[in-house]
């Protein structure tokens, strides 16, 4: 994949002179147009050899392009806070906004690769990690983020002397540093695996853009003119359209009367009495009090729990029951609502990733990333392939949350269409529970049925070994409440 750029590429002097301030200018325009329009984000990733330029053009862009509209980040190790997150976290922290220049320094591809070249993981390691990079990349392209990923390249000979260059100069020197020697030696070990990896992770959506690095002024005018056609091409595509895309309408919703169902088979009549429920209530909000203390759980593990369900069936209590039993200083509760116009201007799963606990903490979701296999299917908020493609991406994030430790509870709380319409009445009737009805919530219950046929195919498609879904009985509040702290008390003492 590399020797076309080996053959040796030249721009001189007057030629450079000649055609960089017209490439800036028209880089500024394009960036311009896309922070006006704010249709789409670009990520640019910057990776390669040492000694190849990436620094350099990263300064680069800086100075031809308006630095208020990009976000750059560059990714080396990780920092004590990155640690006790999935590593995907830290990526989804740097993604740019709609309208936004975002420039990858590293990115999500240096440490598979280094670890390989070291031999610190097996080949088929590398191979799970490229195989979920792509499908990483694959989800930001389809929510419409234009991905420019550029391998800067050295022959082995013009590495070294670059490293050279570089050290020899009073002024560059410190750029060079011990590693960077020590992958020189491994320099045939990192040509292998970097060449693997890119002929498996240069895809439709993100191919990988190889450029020659030896001469600067051949890299600078690549590169800036491969990002400026990029950009003026997704830029013109989305003039030419003649109308802004709507989202797919789908066959009605509607679950069989007949249908025997996860949901219609709960038996919505198990109930606790009330002192069987105080004494168990107090042992479970105690049991898991002890868990969570547990020096394991600090150190190796943190808690996600996931809460949909029927309007009126009780999220809000059961969270309450279970904050009770934790330290105020270890939880967070992220209450989801319809995105805000910020997060509307990043990926979907980006305002969920934003809250992923760090080690031996708790955070919970009352509504989740769900919505968009929910609402926003039923409610046709979002396109079908939108919905159906986000089965998988979810599957992808929760796995990603497993393997780092986090323990994954997910519950879907179930009442019956009289119980649901006797607490909304209630609700209007009690003056301090005014506030959890709206007209909206009246309104949803035209769509029962659709609903019913969405969680379905919900559990169908997410409910995985490692996050398995819960659907609990929740007619009777206290016999849910008791559900759900004794299925988090299982789940932790599991992991621990």
């Not at 529970?433 to 659709?450: C, G, L, P």
């Amino acid at each position: 994949m590399f020797e076309s750029a080996e053959l040796g590429h030249e721009v001189d002097k007057k030629r450079y002179q000649r055609e960089a301030p017209k490439l800036r200018e028209a880089l500024l325009d394009v960036q311009e147009e896309l922070r006006t329009q704010k249709s789409f984000a670009v990520i640019i990733v910057v990776h390669g050899v040492d000694g190849a330029g990436k620094g350099e053009t990263v300064n680069l862009l800086h100075s031809w392009l308006d630095p208020r509209h990009m976000k750059t980040r560059a990714f080396g190790p990780p920092n004590e806070q990155e640690r006790q997150q999935p590593r995907v976290i830290r990526y989804y922290d740097a993604l740019p906004s709609k309208g936004e220049i975002g420039i990858l320094f590293g990115s999500w591809y240096a440490n598979p690769l280094l670890d390989r070249a070291y031999r610190r993981t097996k080949q088929s390691e590398l191979d799970q990690s490229i195989e979920a990079i792509v499908r990483f990349e694959t989800m930001l392209a389809e929510e419409g983020a234009l991905l420019l990923k550029f391998w800067l390249h050295l022959a082995k000979p013009a590495q070294k002397a670059r490293l050279k260059e570089l050290e020899k100069d009073p002024d560059t020197s410190w750029r060079v540093t011990k590693e960077d020697w020590d992958r020189f030696e491994h320099y045939g070990a990192f040509r292998k695996v970097s060449e693997h990896a890119l002929q498996h992770s240069s895809t439709e959506n993100a191919p990988w853009i190889v450029v020659e690095g030896s001469d600067a002024r051949y890299r600078e005018l690549t590169i800036g003119k491969a990002i400026e056609q990029a950009i003026r091409q997704r830029l013109d595509e989305g003039k030419h359209r003649k109308t802004a895309a709507q989202p797919t309408r789908t066959a009605k919703l509607v679950a069989p009367k007949d249908e025997i169902t996860l949901i219609n088979q709960l038996d919505l009549s198990l109930k606790v009495d009330e002192e069987a429920y105080e004494s168990q209530l107090a042992r479970l909000q105690g049991q898991l009090n002890k868990l969570s203390r547990k020096a394991r759980f600090q150190h190796e593990h943190a808690a996600v729990v996931v809460f949909e369900g029927n309007d009126a069936a009780g999220k809000g209590g059961n969270i309450r029951r279970i904050v009770h039993a934790l330290d105020a200083r270890r939880y967070d509760v992220i209450p989801t609502a319809a995105p805000s116009e910020e997060e509307r201007s990043y990926p979907y799963l980006w305002r969920f990733a934003r809250h992923v606990p760090t080690r031996g903490r708790f955070t919970l979701y009352d509504r989740s990333w769900y919505g968009r296999v929910l609402v926003e299917r039923v409610e046709n908020l979002c396109s079908q392939n939108d919905w159906q493609r986000a089965y998988s991406e979810i599957n992808d994030f929760e796995q990603q949350l497993v393997e780092h430790g986090i323990v994954v509870v997910k519950f879907w709380l179930a009442v019956s269409k009289d119980e649901q319409l006797r607490r909304f009445e209630e609700r209007k009737r009690t003056g301090f529970k005014r506030f959890k009805i709206t007209q909206e919530d009246y309104r949803n219950r035209k769509q029962w049925d659709a609903y019913e046929r969405a969680a379905l195919d919900m559990f169908d498609q997410t409910s995985t070994d490692e996050a398995p879904w819960t659907l609990v009985e929740a007619n009777d509040k206290h016999y849910a409440r008791l559900k759900v702290l004794s299925t988090i008390v299982r789940a932790l003492e599991a992991a621990l």
